[in-house]
């Protein structure tokens, strides 16, 4: 599937100012900064696996499109929601679980790049990837 290969940060665009806003504090945003985050996408159908390795960690998540899973940041948010299809991308619907608020993460494959959008109330971030 389109998603599916390795996939190695490359850059981020506003990504500090989206993490203020989620309430990470400095010395975590600094650190995130620099995580060198990989995603390893794996697509059969409607399920997928995800492995996300970074400086801090690293996580195996499986979801099914359209069912409700929780997910932990890596500062320690959890998370509730859903991924569903949306023409050529990916739509992620997520409410933090302390506070309710939504989450909105979209992932687009354009060139050779998967770019990974967040909207938190009102700040909008990205994170590029390149195929490695």
Request: hydrophobic residues 35%.
């Amino acid at each position: 599937m389109t998603f599916n290969g390795t996939w190695k940060i490359d850059r981020s665009e506003n990504y500090e100012k989206f993490m203020e806003q989620m309430g990470v504090n400095m010395v975590k945003r600094k650190l995130a900064a620099h995580d060198n985050l990989k995603i390893v996408l794996e697509q059969t159908g409607d399920k997928f696996v995800v492995k996300e390795t970074s400086a801090f960690r690293t996580l195996d998540i499986e979801f099914t499109l359209g069912v409700t899973f929780e997910y932990a940041l890596a500062d320690g948010t959890i998370l509730s929601g859903t991924w569903t299809m949306e023409g050529d991308g990916m739509k992620g619907t997520f409410n933090r679980k302390d506070n309710g608020k939504l989450l909105t993460t979209t992932r687009i494959i354009v060139g050779d790049e998967l770019i990974q959008s967040y909207s938190y109330e009102g700040v909008e971030a990205k994170r590029i990837f390149k195929r490695s």
